[in-house]
Each structure stands twice: as structure tokens, then as C-alpha cells.
């Protein structure tokens, strides 16, 4: 690996707040074809997305944020007006769920979840290499059962695991100190 990728790597930071222009089509396609290159047990492909276009992401608001008030879970107004100014600036949101399939008892659904995890990390990554921006979201009713099912993912056969925001940052993302890898790894001498 060349310097200039491990740079991008290290680089990388979230961000939440992103603009149009969000990544051409072929762009797009390259991101969400790096994502085929992540480590998967068994070659299950667990992971499915679901593009969410800006000019459908309102009526997707609309739809999740009844779902999330139907469901009794509180919603103040400030928080769904906070929500759907957010939205209005997003060019693309990638809705992320990971695909149980019941038939295969041999790899568990926690390696299911880490594989749809390293694709998503994957498209992170590619999206910063082509100069977006992009964030993980697990808000926007991400647990409530009704919102995946307005994505087509059943609580059945998927679990929804939320979403990815991707386009121009607003602002520069900041600088973020990152903490010293040695404070998380160990080594084992079998003593």
C-alpha cells in the first residue's frame, strides 16, 4: 500500500453535515463496488443498500418520521425540525441492513453484522478518497421495525442497521486527535 492510501485512511473523518454535489453515477458505483471487497465469512454477502436520492429523501422523511411517532418513541418538535433540516441539505443517504438468510446455520448472524460492518467501512472510505464526505447514522427510526420495513427489509430476515449521509462537506471536517493504538492492543506470550 502506497503511502498517499494509508494517508487517506488516517485521514478519514465523519461527517455529519454534507452537500450537493453528492458522487456521480460512476463514482457512486465505484463506492458501492469497493464495498463487494469486504471481509465476509462464507461469502454470504450479507449486506444490502437501499439509495435514497435527494429528491426522495423528503417523502422518506415524511414516511420514517410518522413510523417513529406511530411507534410511541418521543419526538419533540425541535428534534424533527433539526432532523428534516438535515435531510434537506443531504444529496444521498444509503439505508444499510444486513441479511440473515436462515438457511445457513453454519456462520452466525454476529459475523453477518461485522461483514455488512467492513462493507460499510469500506464505502467510508472509498467516498473519502474521492474527495466526500460521509456519515453513519443509527437515528431516523433505525430500530423501529415499521421504518425498515418501508425500506423492503423485514425484522425477519433483516436487521436495518442505518444509515450512511454522503456527499460535498459543508465545512472542512476538523482535525480530530486520534488515541494511541498501544492503549488497545495487548501481546500474548502464551506465559
Request: charged fraction near 20%; glycine fraction near 6%; charge should be negative.
Amino acid at each position: 500500500m502506497s503511502a498517499t492510501a494509508l494517508d487517506y485512511l488516517l485521514s478519514r473523518r465523519s461527517s455529519k453535515f454534507v452537500q450537493a454535489p453528492g458522487p456521480s453515477k460512476d463514482e457512486l458505483e465505484r463506492i458501492l463496488q469497493s464495498a463487494m471487497s469486504a471481509p465476509d465469512h462464507g461469502q454470504l454477502r450479507p449486506w444490502r443498500f437501499t439509495l435514497i436520492h435527494q429528491d426522495a429523501i423528503g417523502n422518506f422523511a415524511d414516511r420514517a418520521l410518522a413510523a417513529i411517532k406511530a411507534a410511541g418513541l418521543p419526538l419533540t418538535p425541535e428534534k424533527e425540525a433539526s432532523t428534516r433540516s438535515w435531510l434537506a441539505q443531504v444529496p444521498l443517504l444509503i439505508a444499510v441492513a444486513c441479511r440473515l438468510d436462515h438457511s445457513n446455520t453454519k456462520i452466525p448472524e454476529h459475523e453477518r453484522m461485522l461483514a455488512t460492518g467492513a462493507a460499510v467501512t469500506t464505502i467510508l472510505n472509498a467516498a473519502h478518497m474521492l474527495g466526500y464526505a460521509a456519515f453513519w447514522s443509527t437515528g431516523l427510526g433505525t430500530y423501529v421495525d415499521d421504518v425498515a420495513e418501508i425500506l423492503g427489509y423485514d425484522s425477519l430476515d433483516y436487521r436495518f442497521m442505518g444509515y450512511v449521509a454522503l456527499g460535498t462537506p459543508i465545512s472542512t471536517p476538523q482535525w480530530q486527535a486520534r488515541p494511541d493504538h498501544n492503549e488497545f492492543v495487548t501481546v500474548w506470550t502464551g506465559a
